[in-house]
């Protein structure tokens, strides 16, 4: 009876050290988790990011998005400074540029973030995680979707666009009970003396007339401007790219003097007192600041308009 005894002790007692062993390694494996870490799916593949970001450089385009999700910028670019719509969130934000690497160093950043098109960005990486998107890949709610993901605020994200969604198309129906279920709307802007007409999805309010509250594009911008997101015109057409209402995206020091040209007097919007002039600086983006303070200027105007 002992011998038989005896190989089952030690059968068991190496399964419970194998069990213990198993334990001891499982645990060993989640304390190197690195908590303070996050992998997030870029466009060009997994990447390393901070789980709560605290030092966060905008090369381009997207610092609305960080600024809107309360995470702390320390960089951003030019055309994000010169926003007056971001002075609360940016005002003691540097200024920073791809072509000035050192002043990035300068700054510790913890994340870049940038577009996919920008300069040095083999030397930008080098600096700190680094990600970086295309232009136009996705939606302009996806894209915040996106940063929110990288930012480790998705549901926040996600949160602001719910509510976006409903308080725009709520303005749009209010909206097309005022100027006509059958009413187009054309954004113009003199940029460096040429004048622009755009899409649905080039910023400019566009997204928040035509994708979000559903308001009716010019056949003439639709061929034209909808597949690139602009489109670039001489004054002498200008007409045919005018709709019942105009938004005109304005510059204050560029050369504006074709609004004083008969050709542009002419044109029934501007006639019939349906031209609206907005600030193209707080215009040029689509983050959730510039969103909102669109969606508050067009119901303010169309809904006066009549």
Request: charged share 25%.
């Amino acid at each position: 009876m002992k011998k038989l005894i005896l190989p089952v002790l030690i059968l068991f007692v190496l399964i419970l050290g194998a069990c213990n062993s198993e334990s001891v390694t499982t645990k060993e494996n989640e304390t190197k988790e690195d908590p303070t870490t996050i992998t997030y799916e870029s466009e060009s593949g997994p990447i390393e990011v901070p789980a709560d970001p605290q030092r966060v450089v905008v090369l381009s385009s997207f610092a609305g998005n960080v600024a809107a999700l309360d995470v702390n910028l320390v960089g951003a670019d030019s055309w994000s400074k010169s926003n007056p719509g971001y002075d609360s969130f940016l005002a003691d934000v540097e200024e920073v540029s791809e072509e000035n690497l050192e002043k990035i160093i300068e700054l510790n950043p913890d994340l870049i973030i940038a577009l996919s098109t920008v300069q040095n960005l083999d030397k930008i990486k080098e600096i700190a995680p680094t990600v970086t998107y295309t232009y136009g890949k996705v939606d302009y709610l996806t894209q915040h979707l996106e940063i929110g993901k990288l930012l480790n605020k998705e549901q926040e994200a996600q949160a602001w666009i719910d509510d976006f969604k409903k308080r725009s198309s709520v303005a749009g129906e209010e909206i097309k009970a005022v100027i006509g279920e059958d009413a187009t709307v054309s954004v113009i802007e003199n940029f460096d003396k040429q004048l622009y007409v755009f899409g649905n999805n080039w910023g400019r309010g566009t997204e928040v007339l035509y994708q979000a509250m559903g308001l009716k594009m010019p056949d003439k911008v639709k061929e034209m401007a909808l597949e690139a997101g602009y489109y670039a015109l001489s004054l002498e057409v200008l007409p045919e790219f005018a709709g019942d209402y105009v938004i005109l995206s304005k510059v204050a020091d560029q050369d504006n003097s074709f609004q004083e040209t008969d050709v542009f007097k002419n044109i029934p919007a501007v006639q019939n007192g349906q031209l609206f002039e907005a600030n193209a600086e707080k215009f040029y983006f689509n983050d959730p600041i510039s969103l909102d303070y669109q969606l508050e200027f067009f119901k303010e105007s169309f809904l006066n308009s009549k």
